[in-house]
């Protein structure tokens, strides 16, 4: 069964400090991958998705996230982190065969001044 | 513009009673779904559409039910026989169903009291 895991289940960084949420899949085949944030009592906005095509993805509000198939990672990356990145990060996969999103279980960032 | 939105943003329920969540979106969107969102646990998909007249279970049907009868519209039922059902819905739409990305609506808290 297709599963991703969202290590470290709350991060907190310095204001301006390199963001770093880190999201591993299992899968044999490159599969559809997305990063959502959640900002407390709100749905779901899509930062980012990998489709197969550019390895390293570029997404809103300075958020970027590289495609690693050897490692089997999508780590999400900002290089300096604002008090409004404070919120819930989900990373999503859609196998290959695809019929379903997974979600992982999300990582809070706090952002410290 | 267009979107999804929910109804209500708070629902209070008391034990024994069937409540429906209201989902809409105008985005044109074939497929729709909903979520469970629990503390520490990701989403979880209870039912989705990929069209109209059509729906499936996902993993934790049990003690929901639902319609599509319109394309725009998927309400969501949680009946007395969910045991456990205070927690933050989500509702979301795609263009297709699999390998599409899904846009979600604002959320529904239901508490049962």
């Known amino acids: 069964a297709q599963s991703v895991t969202q290590l470290g289940s709350h991060v907190s960084v310095s204001e301006g400090a390199l963001v770093l949420l880190r999201c591993n899949y299992s899968s044999s085949v490159p599969p559809y991958l997305f990063w959502y944030v959640q900002y407390p009592n709100q749905g779901l906005q899509l930062l980012l998705k990998?489709?197969?095509?550019?390895?390293l993805v570029k997404g809103i509000n300075g958020f970027e996230a590289e495609f690693k198939k050897s490692e089997t990672s999508f780590h999400l990356t900002k290089p300096s982190a604002h008090m409004s990145d404070a919120a819930e990060y989900f990373c999503?996969?859609?196998?290959?065969?695809?019929?379903?999103?997974?979600f992982g279980t999300g990582t809070s960032l706090t952002v410290i001044p | 513009d267009g979107g999804i939105t929910q109804s209500p943003k708070y629902l209070f329920r008391k034990e024994g009673q069937n409540v429906t969540l209201s989902c809409e979106q105008n985005l044109n969107h074939d497929a729709m779904y909903w979520y469970r969102q629990d503390p520490g646990q990701g989403l979880r998909l209870i039912y989705y559409?990929?069209?109209?007249?059509?729906?499936q279970k996902g993993d934790i049907a049990e003690g929901y039910s639902v319609s599509r009868e319109k394309k725009e519209s998927f309400p969501l039922t949680v009946t007395s026989a969910q045991k456990n059902p205070t927690a933050f819905y989500l509702c979301?739409?795609?263009?297709?169903?699999?390998?599409?990305?899904?846009?979600f609506g604002p959320g529904t808290r239901l508490t049962v009291l």
């Open positions: 990998y489709t197969s095509a550019a390895t």
């Open positions: 559409s990929q069209i109209v007249n059509d729906f």
């Open positions: 999503a996969v859609i196998p290959n065969t695809g019929n379903q999103f997974y």
């Open positions: 979301a739409s795609s263009i297709g169903f699999s390998l599409d990305t899904q846009y």
